[in-house]
C-alpha cells in the first residue's frame, strides 16, 4: 500500500520561533497533498491544499503568511508555522493523492504534534 | 452548506455488534469513506461506498443509501483494540473530503 511519512513526529519550541514540518510520499507521485489540523477531541480540520509546482489553497481562516506551503516535488510537500504561539498548538497531519478514482484516495502521514511553550 | 452528522460517542461491549450512523448533505457526492482513527494517531483507511448498498470487508460492513444521504459502519464481533474514533467523509463535487466530527467508541469487557 501507499505510504506517507511525516517529519518530525513531535517538536516542542519556544513562542515566537518557526517550525518545519515535511511529508513525503514515499512509493507514489502524489498530485495533490492536503494539511490538516486537528485539535483534541475535534474533527480533522482541512487547512490548505497543495499541487505541485503552484501556490496552495488555503481554507477560509487559515493565515496563509503564517501558515507557509512549499510543494517543491510530486513526493514533498512541507509546511511552515512561522512565528508559532501557544495557540498553533496541535497535531498537524498531512495526506498524499495519488489522483486515481475511486477508493484509492488519500493516504495519511502519521501525523505531527506541535506544542509550543 | 456543507454537514456530516454522527454520534459523538458510543459505548459497546466485547464480542457485540455496533452500529454507527453517518447523515450528510454536501454539494455534489463522489463518494463515502470511513476511516479508524486512534487517539494520537492519524486515520486509517476502512472502507468506500459509492454505490448504494452493503460492502463487506471482515468484521466491518459499511452501507450506504445516497437518495437519504444516509450511511452506517457495521462493527461485529467487537474486539477491546475497534476502541477508537470512527470518522465519515464524503468526497463532494469538488472531489474535497468533507469531514465528519468523529464517532469515540467505547468498548467495556
Known amino acids: 500500500g501507499a505510504v506517507v511519512s511525516q517529519h518530525p513526529s513531535w517538536v516542542i519550541c519556544k513562542s515566537g520561533t518557526s517550525v518545519k514540518i515535511e511529508c513525503r510520499s514515499l512509493d507514489f507521485q502524489a498530485t495533490t497533498m492536503f494539511w490538516y489540523r486537528q485539535f483534541p477531541k475535534q474533527s480533522l480540520m482541512l487547512m490548505a491544499t497543495?499541487?505541485?509546482?503552484?501556490?496552495?489553497?488555503?481554507e477560509q481562516g487559515v493565515e496563509k503568511d503564517k501558515f507557509l506551503i512549499n510543494h517543491a516535488s510530486l513526493t514533498l510537500s512541507t509546511l511552515t508555522v512561522t512565528s508559532a504561539h501557544p495557540e498553533d498548538s496541535s497535531f498537524y497531519i498531512c495526506?498524499?493523492?495519488?489522483?486515481?478514482?475511486?477508493?484509492?484516495?488519500?493516504?495519511f502521514g502519521p501525523g505531527t504534534r506541535l506544542t509550543v511553550l | 452548506g456543507q454537514n456530516i452528522d454522527q454520534p459523538t460517542e458510543m459505548t459497546a461491549t466485547e464480542g457485540a455488534i455496533v452500529q454507527i450512523n453517518c447523515t450528510y448533505q454536501t454539494s455534489g457526492f463522489n463518494g463515502l469513506f470511513w476511516y479508524q482513527q486512534h487517539a494520537g494517531e492519524a486515520p486509517t483507511f476502512l472502507s468506500y461506498?459509492?454505490l448504494d448498498g452493503l460492502e463487506e470487508k471482515g468484521r466491518f460492513s459499511s452501507f450506504l443509501s445516497r437518495s437519504k444521504g444516509y450511511s452506517y459502519l457495521l462493527l461485529k464481533e467487537l474486539q477491546m483494540k475497534d476502541s477508537a474514533s470512527y470518522l465519515c467523509a464524503v468526497r463532494d463535487s469538488n472531489y474535497q473530503l468533507i469531514w465528519g466530527a468523529g464517532t469515540k467508541l467505547i468498548i467495556k469487557p
Open positions: 497543495s499541487n505541485e509546482g503552484s501556490k496552495a489553497t488555503y
Open positions: 495526506s498524499a493523492d495519488r489522483g486515481l478514482a475511486g477508493s484509492d484516495t488519500q493516504y
Open positions: 461506498n459509492v
